[in-house]
């Protein structure tokens, strides 16, 4: 099976731009969470999506938005981007009933 | 508000030497306990533990859970460089919601 994938893997935006990211997890797997990772806090959970439904977020400011289609494929959205959101943007899928989560390579965003 | 720590920070060793990483955490209902090995870009998963006491292996690497005193241990023995890594615990509440709480990761780097 092929792995979690997320486009794009880099990405350079300016302060106030809007950004998304994309993701697409294991074929069969129709939880998709959002990761965000920064040296200064770690690994922050985003949201989680599950059959086209936000089940779970996390506590991040409503700039941050998401969506998954019917494919499961899920995409993730920062609107007036700024300097603070400079991290790596994982994306993590699941199937129904495990609690093992597979990383995708995630899609590094810096905001100048 | 679930916190888990992860100690040490950093460790710097040799091949051929152990290594004990530790995980405790306070979380209001456990469900359980993941390790995971993060090295350039994406974590991908070693272990999952419920249930104390419980040893889980995969080669030179094993963990454990202690769930009354709330920690857990990662041990690697006969370390190789390509144990240099990151290495994430995650603990997962009970109940319908999926919302993992990450430590800030043991930065493991194996010296030839």
């Known amino acids: 099976k092929a792995g979690v994938t997320q486009t794009p893997r880099y990405l350079i935006k300016t302060r106030g731009q809007q950004v998304t990211l994309s993701c697409s997890p294991i074929s069969g797997h129709r939880s998709v969470s959002w990761y965000q990772q920064t040296p200064g806090q770690g690994l922050q959970f985003l949201f989680e999506y599950f059959s086209e439904t936000q089940r779970n977020k996390g506590n991040f400011p409503g700039r941050f938005s998401g969506r998954q289609f019917s494919n499961s494929r899920s995409e993730m959205n920062v609107s007036t981007l700024e300097l603070g959101d400079s991290a790596l943007y994982l994306c993590?899928?699941?199937?129904?009933?495990?609690?093992?989560?597979?990383f995708g390579p995630g899609t590094r965003l810096l905001v100048l | 508000e679930d916190k888990v720590v992860q100690s040490p920070l950093s460790l710097v060793v040799h091949e051929g030497d152990t290594v004990t990483l530790n995980c405790s955490y306070e979380?209001?209902?456990?469900?359980?306990l993941l390790w995971y090995k993060q090295e350039k870009k994406a974590p991908t998963f070693l272990f999952m533990l419920t249930s104390s006491g419980i040893e889980k292996k995969s080669g030179r690497l094993s963990s454990i859970l202690d769930k009354k005193e709330l920690f857990s241990i990662l041990n690697i023995t006969a370390t190789q460089t390509g144990d240099s890594a990151v290495y994430l615990c995650?603990?997962?509440?009970?109940?319908?919601?999926?919302?993992?709480?990450f430590g800030r990761g043991t930065s493991l780097i194996v010296h030839p």
């Open positions: 979380v209001t209902n456990f469900r359980s």
């Open positions: 995650a603990v997962l509440p009970s109940g319908g919601s999926y919302i993992p709480t």
């Open positions: 993590a899928s699941s199937s129904v009933g495990q609690e093992t989560q597979y």
